[in-house]
């Protein structure tokens, strides 16, 4: 696995980052690296209200559903309206595949990317100022440039990807992303309105201690998982679940762990979504050496069917996942 060729130290902007490192992405590589400058400009205007959210009314439900059905908090929509304005602005993108949307959202027929995102993933947490997060996919378009979009443009797989990250919005807020060049994060810092390498060539250990998962679903398990579970106790793991994607995934990439969250009897395909959340978690996690199944196959190789299709999940150290498919 390839790491990011030019090794800037640590402390480097992001800009500059980007910039020093485009010239390993072989399509014309301005326009990704303006795409990732787009996604952390939105991101830091995201920052700033969830940090504020207790303080001004946009905290509890916005008094609307997503297509999920779930209950959309207001900085939901806020985020989601910023990223998207973000992404209409730049230019870049074709098209845009939200959580909060229904359908892809029709940007720019000369755009050459594909975004697929979720504005603020965990946002049940954010009345209870739990870390929440924001994950994204890029694609290059397949459909021929200042044509409509078409579904081989929008259901591609997630080993099309030709980046993705995440931001965490925790203790620090972060960044950290791919372009298929080895995985890297940055730390903002609110002061400068700066995001700083902090994290340069991430790697996730091969074995780690952690698990999560939510064991309050663990009657509706398959045995497998149930055997999986038991021998986290009997190695003397520890439990570690946020109940926050985002923040879970970010904490066992650095120390080692793997994430599940399997099919239950409430969702027998599992409670996580292919397109805008488990293809870039699975990107960056191959990308650091771990690896990210759905208990079966490569997620990264699934064929996807719908936008908002689910997917059983089980992403982290390449052991782990590979002792929980045994
Ligand atoms: P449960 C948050 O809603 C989320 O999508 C992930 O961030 C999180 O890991 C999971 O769902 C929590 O789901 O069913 O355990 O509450």
Request: proline content about 3%; charged content about 20%.
């Amino acid at each position: 696995m390839e790491t990011s060729r030019i090794a800037l130290p640590i402390g480097t902007t992001l800009d500059r980052f980007i910039k020093n490192n485009q010239d390993q992405f072989q399509y014309t590589s301005g326009e990704l690296s303006q795409l990732l400058r787009d996604i952390a400009l939105a991101s830091k205007v995201v920052n700033r209200e969830i940090n504020k959210a207790g303080l001004i009314d946009i905290m509890g439900s916005a008094g609307s559903q997503n297509t999920g059905g779930e209950q959309q908090q207001k900085l939901d929509v806020l985020a989601n309206i910023r990223f998207t304005r973000a992404l209409t602005k730049g230019g870049e993108a074709c098209a845009l595949i939200s959580e909060e949307t229904e359908s892809y959202v029709d940007l720019n027929n000369n755009g050459k990317y594909v975004i697929a995102i979720d504005p603020l993933d965990g946002s049940s947490n954010i009345d209870v100022n739990v870390s929440i997060g924001t994950i994204f996919s890029i694609y290059r378009r397949k459909s021929q440039i200042g044509l409509p979009i078409t579904d081989q443009d929008i259901l591609q797989r997630g080993e099309e990807q030709v980046a993705a990250g995440y931001i965490l919005y925790g203790s620090s807020t972060m960044l950290v992303y791919t372009t298929g060049h080895g995985v890297n994060g940055f730390t903002y810092e609110p002061s400068l309105g700066e995001y700083f390498l902090s994290h340069p060539d991430m790697i996730i250990p091969a074995e780690g201690k952690t698990y999560s998962i939510n064991e309050g679903l663990a009657n509706s398990f398959s045995e497998d998982v149930k055997n999986y579970l038991q021998h986290c106790k009997d190695s003397h793991y520890t439990a570690r679940y946020i109940g926050s994607l985002v923040a879970d995934f970010h904490r066992n990439l650095l120390k080692g762990g793997i994430y599940i969250y399997p099919a239950t009897a409430k969702d027998a395909h599992g409670k996580l979504r292919l397109m805008y959340e488990c293809n870039a978690l699975a990107f960056i996690a191959e990308q650091a050496g771990g690896k990210g199944t759905d208990g079966k196959e490569r997620i990264l190789s699934i064929k996807p069917k719908s936008l908002h299709q689910r997917t059983p999940f089980y992403v982290g150290s390449s052991k782990m996942v590979e002792q929980a498919m045994k």
